[in-house]
């Protein structure tokens, strides 16, 4: 992050879209391709790192969602799609944080209609398919649960 008193030509940085650090958020993952904090930078100005690098599911106090660090460091080989997040049933390795948390300003934003209402960010990205009989991917902060198909494995409300 530049310091306060930097002067920086309008609308310049050295990362795609302007961010004021690199967030990783179309190109998914490649088979094998292993976790890199520099991926989230941007993520980790407001949130720690911790549950995201563990590769851990137990209980944590410290996110909402203890499977984080196991989607970002431990399905190095599931699925067989492409890297395009815009590409329906693409992924093959390592999640990415926008593949939930896709459309960040606002989930009025998000391209599946039905996520739209959702808190925390969570609305999923193109990539991520909805269950056989389903309109969308969905998620359930109630039940703690998710119902979608991702990286080639389908999730029938399971909970976190």
């Not at 002067?7 to 940085?13: G, I, Q, V």
């Not at 998914?28 to 563990?54: G, I, M, R, V, W």
Request: proline share 5%; with cysteine.
């Amino acid at each position: 992050m530049p310091p306060s008193t930097a002067r920086l030509a309008p609308h310049s940085s050295q990362y795609r879209s302007i961010l004021i650090a690199n967030y990783r958020n179309r190109a998914l993952k490649a088979q094998n391709e292993a976790y890199n904090t520099n991926d989230f930078a941007l993520c980790y100005l407001c949130h720690s790192e911790a549950p995201f690098s563990t590769t851990g599911d137990g209980p944590r106090t410290d996110t909402n969602f203890r499977y984080h660090g196991m989607h970002l460091n431990s399905i190095e080989n599931e699925g067989s799609g492409g890297t395009d997040i815009n590409a329906a049933g693409a992924g093959q390795g390592n999640a990415i944080c926008a593949e939930c948390h896709f459309e960040l300003h606002s989930t009025n934003l998000a391209p599946w209609s039905a996520n739209r209402t959702y808190s925390r960010g969570v609305n999923f990205a193109p990539n991520v398919q909805a269950r056989t009989g389903q309109i969308a991917p969905a998620w359930d902060l109630g039940s703690r649960s998710c119902a979608l198909v991702c990286h080639g494995e389908d999730h029938s409300n399971e909970s976190y």
